[in-house]
């Protein structure tokens, strides 16, 4: 994003003292993020917040993938549920659960043998067997073309009571940084243009002078949860 246009729309909108971060938007084509693998074999959790102003049109788009295994992902489907898929097997949430309208607050844990996926509040569990393998995200397998659209953030995962991954997803560059062990991604068939500033107005993030496209508006908003 032009950094002396997000000055001044910062300057006009923003106010003094307020909250601003900048936000991705995957356009669902090619790009995607590789990370360095991430492999669970024990009590775990993965948080992330994601939104998408359209549903996935016959076909799903995915959060989370591994590029060599279909066996491996976290997907949203068309008629908005969605799956986490182990090696073991797969949890999947009723219908609906996912909004087109707001942020998708995504819990994934393991304590034991018991696996629970939780979408905006709806829970599902099972024993679904590990490891989860993560090497990517936005993308399922490489050449799946079932890459994500829209915006996702805030990615943390814990190992057995430790966080090993930290993805904020807040970095205005190709680079997407781990916080945590240095373990960054880049974007691949990015643009400059997918990043955008956005304001805190307490209930939802407020663009700053995107581009458009990719993003909707210039002042786009992402509605909180």
């Given at each position: 994003?032009?950094?002396?246009?997000?000055?001044?729309?910062?300057?006009?909108?923003?106010?003094?003292?307020?909250?601003?971060?900048?936000?991705?938007?995957?356009?669902?084509?090619?790009?995607?993020?590789?990370?360095?693998?991430?492999?669970?074999?024990?009590?775990?959790?993965?948080?992330?917040?994601?939104?998408?102003?359209?549903?996935?049109?016959?076909?799903p788009y995915t959060m989370l993938g591994n590029s060599t295994s279909g066996t491996h992902y976290l997907?949203?489907?068309?008629?908005?549920?969605?799956?986490?898929?182990?090696?073991?097997?797969?949890?999947?949430?009723?219908?609906?659960?996912?909004?087109?309208?707001?942020?998708?607050?995504?819990?994934?844990?393991?304590?034991?043998?018991?696996?629970?996926?939780?979408v905006n509040g709806t829970t599902v569990t099972g024993t679904t067997e590990l490891p989860l393998i993560?090497?990517?995200?936005?993308?399922?397998?490489?050449?799946?073309?079932?890459?994500?659209?829209?915006?996702?953030?805030?990615?943390?995962?814990?190992?057995?009571?430790?966080?090993?991954?930290?993805?904020?997803?807040?970095?205005?560059?190709?680079?997407?940084?781990?916080?945590?062990?240095?373990?960054?991604?880049?974007?691949?068939?990015?643009?400059?243009?997918?990043?955008g500033v956005f304001a805190d107005k307490s209930t939802l993030w407020k663009g700053q002078g995107l581009?458009?496209?990719?993003?909707?508006?210039?002042?786009?908003?992402?509605?909180?949860?």
């Amino acid at each position: 994003m032009n950094v002396l246009r997000h000055i001044m729309y910062q300057i006009i909108f923003g106010g003094v003292g307020t909250f601003t971060r900048y936000f991705r938007r995957n356009g669902g084509l090619t790009a995607f993020v590789p990370i360095p693998v991430i492999t669970l074999n024990s009590d775990l959790e993965i948080t992330l917040s994601a939104w998408s102003d359209r549903p996935a049109v016959s076909f799903p788009y995915t959060m989370l993938g591994n590029s060599t295994s279909g066996t491996h992902y976290l997907v949203v489907y068309d008629d908005l549920r969605v799956q986490l898929q182990a090696a073991g097997g797969a949890l999947v949430t009723p219908l609906g659960v996912w909004s087109i309208t707001k942020e998708n607050k995504i819990v994934i844990t393991r304590v034991g043998t018991l696996v629970t996926l939780n979408v905006n509040g709806t829970t599902v569990t099972g024993t679904t067997e590990l490891p989860l393998i993560f090497d990517q995200i936005y993308k399922y397998l490489t050449g799946s073309g079932f890459n994500f659209v829209g915006v996702i953030s805030d990615i943390r995962v814990t190992d057995n009571g430790t966080l090993i991954r930290s993805y904020a997803m807040n970095d205005n560059s190709d680079v997407i940084v781990d916080s945590v062990n240095g373990q960054n991604g880049v974007v691949t068939n990015g643009s400059a243009d997918d990043w955008g500033v956005f304001a805190d107005k307490s209930t939802l993030w407020k663009g700053q002078g995107l581009t458009v496209p990719p993003w909707v508006s210039i002042d786009q908003e992402l509605l909180k949860e």
